[in-house]
């Protein structure tokens, strides 16, 4: 299903209230996947204890449920966006849990992706 009308629907359209629902949605759901990600990382690769990689799986299995709540039917288009949020995310959350340090590069890129999120999610569609 997209964003088209479909007969007695009305067509999807952005209000604040849509937008700060989303964003929300798009954070909770880079924080689910790439702290999931972390801990089975840190399973594999920093030989953590067993349950590491089974929490990471459990909270992974929870990130693929929450996009669903977005509030546009437009698939490809919100995996899209979660993209660049997915970006300027894992820089954040790496700097946070590893101590890695974005540099200028990442900074840039992740701007350059958050500009492609807003053109994205907030162009005018007929």
């Known amino acids: 299903m997209s964003d088209e009308s479909i007969e007695g629907e ?20 880079g924080f689910a996947e790439i702290i999931g990600g972390w801990f089975v990382w840190k399973a594999i690769r920093d030989k953590k204890p067993w ?29 899209a966006v979660y993209g660049g ?6 820089f954040l959350l790496g700097w946070l849990l590893d101590s890695d340090r974005p540099d200028l590069g990442d ?16 162009w005018p569609r007929s």
């Open 107 to 122: 900074i840039v890129g992740g701007s350059i992706s958050l500009i492609g999120v807003i053109v994205i999610m907030l």
């Open 85 to 90: 949020f997915f970006i300027v995310l894992s």
């Open 51 to 79: 349950y590491y990689a089974l929490i990471g799986s459990l909270i992974l299995i929870s990130y693929g449920f929450i996009p669903c709540l977005q509030p546009t039917n437009s698939f490809g288009r919100i995996y």
């Open 10 to 29: 009305e067509k999807f359209q952005w209000t604040a209230l849509k937008i700060l629902w989303a964003v929300a949605i798009f954070i909770a759901a």
